[in-house]
């Protein structure tokens, strides 16, 4: 009875991929048809695809990598596929607002929640927000990685039940290549695939399990899915064995939290010494300056950073409650005054 929960969502944020978008002459209008047969539901569509059109706009054989010729792309790209959507919703009698983000839009409380009145407010008026990442100005230290972290980003922001992963495949696949109908737990689904020489954040099945887990921790389901299905977001709905189901997670993080772990980026490092470990870990205690090792990065007081085991796993990341300087100053030193490096009320434990 699983899948029956998300007979009852109300609120759907769905991304497609470029080579999605690419597989099918159609795609777009397609997509466009089944996202407003989803009667009763608000969606939040976020779509890439603006690089892949705008870089043959303007002339290039191949996909460029250097970063200027990829702003160029995205900023020609992006007017052609909104034009698309237009059309597709508006032949429906729908109206599509574009929404471009950046990591550091989201990283920032105030411009974050300005962003999260502006969705409710399309949302409410009936309108799809179509968000994409701001290609034409996002540099490394500002991107998101790649839509499928955009998109789980978005689940908490827009208070989302469900987000669907559409891709080229059927779902999650096991080592014999067969469909896995339901994950309870995202890093079951992680030891199943090979992991990519490029690493998260090329949009491969890696980052969707991913973005998938951290929508659970949201508190919301998450589909992997084949996006050339027919009618694949009204059988997700209603419940069918479709593509690869998540279960939302028993420990769902609160806003400010999932913000801490996975919106902000983590600026240094503290390595704590065994002790230290299991304090935080199993008796839920903050980050105290006698218990650290080692002190790494450039950070300031409010920063995000990683907190770490003597052998390197992250355990936890959190804020930390002074600058480097100062944490230099007192690691591994039992001191008089504040000694508190990341209260655990600023701290998420994995």
Do not use: C
Not at 110 to 120: D, S, Y
Not at 297 to 312: H, K, N
């Amino acid at each position: 009875m699983t899948r029956a929960l998300l007979r009852d969502v109300r609120r759907v944020v769905v991304k497609v991929g470029s080579s999605s978008l690419a597989s099918h002459d159609g795609m777009v209008a397609r997509l466009a048809s089944e996202i407003l047969a989803l009667e009763g539901r608000q969606v939040v569509l976020v779509s890439s695809g603006a690089i892949a059109l705008g870089y043959k706009k303007l002339g290039y054989k191949t996909r460029p990598k250097e970063m200027a010729k990829l702003q160029a792309a995205a900023a020609a790209g992006q007017s052609h596929l909104m034009h698309a959507y237009e059309t597709a919703f508006g032949k429906e009698g729908a109206v599509v607002a574009q929404v471009l983000l950046t990591h550091a839009d989201l990283a920032d409380r105030v411009r974050a929640n300005n962003a999260r009145e502006a969705l409710a407010a399309l949302l409410d008026a009936g309108a799809i927000p179509i968000l994409n990442e701001n290609d034409s100005v996002a540099v490394d230290e500002i991107r998101f990685g790649d839509n499928d972290q955009l998109a789980a980003l978005v689940v908490p922001l827009v208070d989302a039940d469900l987000l669907v992963l559409l891709s080229d495949v059927a779902g999650v696949l096991d080592g014999k290549g067969a469909r896995v109908p339901v994950v309870a737990d995202a890093r079951e689904a992680a030891a199943l695939v090979k992991p990519s020489k490029k690493g998260l954040g090329t949009g491969g099945m890696e980052s969707k399990i991913e973005a998938a887990r951290r929508a659970t921790l949201a508190g919301a389901a998450a589909v992997i899915a084949d996006a050339r299905e027919e009618d694949v977001l009204s059988r997700i709905v209603a419940g069918e064995d479709v593509g690869t189901l998540f279960l939302p997670s028993e420990n769902r993080l609160s806003a400010r939290r999932y913000w801490i772990a996975f919106t902000l980026r983590p600026r240094g490092d503290l390595v704590l010494d065994a002790g230290a470990v299991r304090a935080v870990r199993r008796d839920n205690k903050s980050v105290l300056a006698v218990g650290v090792l080692g002190v790494r990065g450039d950070f300031r007081a409010g920063d995000s950073v990683r907190v770490l085991a003597p052998e390197g796993d992250e355990i936890a990341r959190g804020l930390a409650r002074m600058p480097v300087e100062d944490a230099l100053r007192v690691a591994g030193r039992k001191t008089t005054g504040d000694n508190v490096l990341v209260h655990r009320d600023e701290l998420v434990v994995w």
